[in-house]
């Protein structure tokens, strides 16, 4: 293994441990070939790829947490609220409470119950405030609400 001494740069062949020109202590230096250096760098960028290969399947392909059941919730009341509002007179005068005063039912299919109030203008422009019930389905897959039907009191 070659050997170079740091202060005056003599280059030996030998395993000696002092400079025989300045006296001073030598390091070993290992010199690599360009093809070691060239397989170092794709070991390194294949474990990069391994990594992310299998870091999905360790995590179970779920990066996001999954949405909670208030979190469906919330967003049932909202997309019932819309659809209310298509249904009034006088849209821009809605007013809804918040959502956590809402109502919200469960059933099977992904089917949800919303009943709420909305205060709304009429036709005289008389302020009126309305029951209603809207009926969701939602679909998880697509993260869509299809109005299965609405009623608001009369």
Not at 37 to 54: D, H, P, R
């Amino acid at each position: 293994m070659p050997s170079k001494c740091s202060r005056c740069g003599f280059q030996t062949e030998s395993e000696i441990k002092k400079c025989p020109q300045c006296g001073a202590s030598i390091r070993k230096t290992l010199i690599r070939g360009k093809y070691e250096v060239l397989k170092a760098v794709l070991i390194f960028f294949a474990c990069i790829v391994a990594f992310f290969s299998v870091y999905p399947f360790i995590h179970g392909g779920k990066l996001k947490p999954a949405a909670t059941q208030q979190d469906i919730s919330q967003e049932a009341v909202s997309a019932a609220q819309e659809f209310v509002s298509r249904k009034l007179i006088v849209r821009s005068t809605a007013r809804f409470p918040h959502s956590s005063q809402a109502r919200v039912a469960w059933g099977a299919d992904n089917q949800y119950t919303i009943n709420s109030y909305v205060e709304a203008q009429n036709r005289a422009g008389e302020m009126l405030k309305k029951n209603y019930e809207c009926v969701l389905r939602y679909e998880p897959e697509k993260k869509r609400w299809h109005l299965v039907r609405v009623t608001i009191e009369k």
